[in-house]
C-alpha cells in the first residue's frame, strides 16, 4: 500500500514492541516509588512467610515448593522480582536525575537573572544616591533663607537711611 502523504520522510521499518517511553517512564516510577515502602516490604516477607510455612508445615502432597528441594521456586520468584525491579528502579533514577537537572539548570538562570536586577537596581540606587548629593537639605535652604532675610532687611535699613538723608538735604 503506498502512501498518499508525501510531506513526511518514510521511517524505516523496525520490528519489535512499540511504546510510549513517558508513560513507561512514569509507570516504572509507580512501581519504583511502591518498592520502597513499608508497605511493600510488610507484604513481601507476609507472603514469604506464608510461603515458606505453607511448605514446611503442609503434608508433602499439597506443598507446591517443598522445602526438600530447598524453595527452587520461592528463590526463582524473588531473582525474577529483583531482575524486574533493578532495571525499573534505575529507570526512575535516570529521569528523577534528567528532572533534577532540568530544575538546576532552571534555578540557575533564576539566579543570573537575580543577580543581574540587583546589580542593575545597586547602580540605580548609587546614581539616585549621587543625584540627592546636589539637592540642598531643607536646613540649608532654612540657612540660605535666614542669610537672604538679614541681606535684605541690612539693605532696607541703608536704602530708610539714604531717603533720610536725602529728605534732610531738601
Request: proline share 4%; hydrophobic share 40%; charged share 30%.
Amino acid at each position: 500500500m503506498k502512501r498518499l502523504d508525501l510531506s513526511t520522510p518514510r521511517q524505516r521499518r523496525r520490528l519489535g514492541v512499540h511504546y510510549d517511553p513517558d508513560a513507561f517512564g512514569q509507570f516504572s516510577e509507580s512501581i519504583a516509588r511502591y518498592l520502597g515502602t513499608a508497605r511493600f516490604l510488610v507484604w513481601q516477607s507476609f507472603v514469604i512467610a506464608v510461603w515458606v510455612s505453607w511448605n514446611y508445615v503442609m503434608p508433602a502432597a499439597i506443598q507446591f515448593d517443598p522445602n526438600k528441594r530447598g524453595l527452587v521456586l520461592l528463590t526463582l520468584v524473588l531473582s525474577l522480582q529483583a531482575s524486574y525491579a533493578a532495571p525499573l528502579i534505575l529507570l526512575a533514577q535516570n529521569r528523577q536525575e534528567e528532572r533534577d537537572r532540568t530544575t538546576t539548570d532552571n534555578d540557575r538562570r533564576t539566579a543570573e537573572r537575580t543577580q543581574a536586577d540587583t546589580e542593575f537596581l545597586a547602580r540605580e540606587i548609587a546614581s539616585v544616591r549621587l543625584s540627592l548629593a546636589d539637592v540642598p537639605t531643607s536646613s540649608e535652604l532654612q540657612d540660605h533663607l535666614d542669610r537672604l532675610s538679614e541681606a535684605i532687611e541690612r539693605m532696607t535699613e541703608r536704602l530708610d537711611k539714604m531717603e533720610a538723608a536725602r529728605q534732610k538735604q531738601q
